[in-house]
Structures are given as structure tokens and as C-alpha cells.
């Protein structure tokens, strides 16, 4: 079976959730999975231009992001509990922090504050490091309640990976970092 790419349904400003609400485009709720779905977005953008190293994890920060949404998505669990795939964990948390670690052993030590840039990769995971912040401040504007914990140290821990793989970016190509 075809899916139409137009629905129509969107037309008068709203959309509908997982479970089958129907809400403004202009909920908070949208806009906070719209912010996780620009990181996505980013962050394909940056896999474009990465080496092969890093490109392997953002394809794989990519489809947790694609979890993230599908649970903002579902305010209800109405769907995103019975997909194993719709889900964050600890353990992928985890894998955050270790590669942070193993990127930043290769990395010299940071001393001042840096200006975003360098290479295409390098400027386009800064980018995605600052949409990230934004999407975090979206979800952490629902409340508490709106969503697990770990959506929100992922989202955290997301960042700073994007910064630390921004600098390895530049590492790995020769291009020095600009500092403020």
C-alpha cells in the first residue's frame, strides 16, 4: 500500500498525536518533538560530511532521536510502550558518556571557549549541538510528568557529545579550533 505524502488532515493547524488526539501544531508538545525532529535533521546533515567513525553514531543518535519523538509524540503510551524500538534507557545513556570519553581521549585538553565551525562536519554538529539545547529546553517545558527521565539526560548527555564530536571533527581533518 502507497502512503499519500499529503493527508489534508493539517490543513486547519492541527495534527494529530499517536493515539489519535488531535491538537494545535502550535502545542508545546509539537513544538518539542518538531525541535527533536531538527536535530534529527542536523545531525543527517553532519553524517553527510563525517568521517566513517562518527558518521556509524550519528546514524545510531538518529534513530534514538526517532524514539525521543514517537514518545513526545504519544503523550497516552497509547503506542510508543508496546515498540521496543520507541525508547531510550539508561544503557543508552551510557553509550553517550563512553563516547565522550573515547573521543575526548584523542582530543587536546579545552582551554578557552570556541567558536563554532571548522569543517563542514565540525559546523554542521555545532549546529546540532545548539538545536539539541533547544529541543531539551522544549521538552523540559512540558513538565515532569510529560515524559521518562531519560529522554531528558539523554537530550543532556546528547549535547554534550555533539560538542565533544564537533572538536574531534576538526582534530581528525587538522583544523584548528578558533577560540573566543
Not at 61 to 85: E, M, S, T, W
Amino acid at each position: 500500500m502507497d502512503v499519500k505524502i499529503y493527508t489534508k488532515t493539517g490543513d486547519a493547524g492541527e495534527t494529530g498525536l499517536l493515539g489519535g488526539a488531535r491538537v494545535s501544531k502550535a502545542a508545546p508538545r509539537v513544538a518539542a518533538y518538531g525541535d527533536v525532529d531538527e536535530v534529527n535533521a542536523c545531525l543527517g546533515l553532519a553524517r553527510s560530511a563525517a568521517d566513517e567513525p562518527l558518521a556509524s553514531m550519528l546514524e545510531q543518535l538518529q534513530r534514538h532521536l526517532f524514539a525521543i519523538g514517537a514518545r513526545l509524540a504519544d503523550p497516552i503510551g497509547a503506542v510508543a510502550n508496546r515498540v521496543a524500538k520507541a525508547s531510550v534507557s539508561g544503557e543508552d545513556v551510557a553509550q553517550l558518556e563512553a563516547w565522550i570519553d573515547q573521543l575526548e581521549a584523542e582530543l587536546p585538553p579545552l582551554r578557552r571557549f570556541i567558536l563554532a565551525g571548522g569543517t563542514p562536519a565540525a559546523a554542521a554538529l555545532h549546529l546540532a549541538r545548539t538545536v539539541c539545547r533547544r529541543a531539551e529546553r522544549s521538552v523540559v517545558a512540558l513538565g515532569a510528568e510529560a515524559v521518562e527521565r531519560e529522554v531528558l539526560v539523554y537530550l543532556n548527555r546528547l549535547s554534550d557529545l555533539l560538542f565533544v564530536m564537533a572538536r574531534t571533527a576538526n582534530h581528525r581533518a587538522g583544523v584548528a579550533e578558533a577560540e573566543w
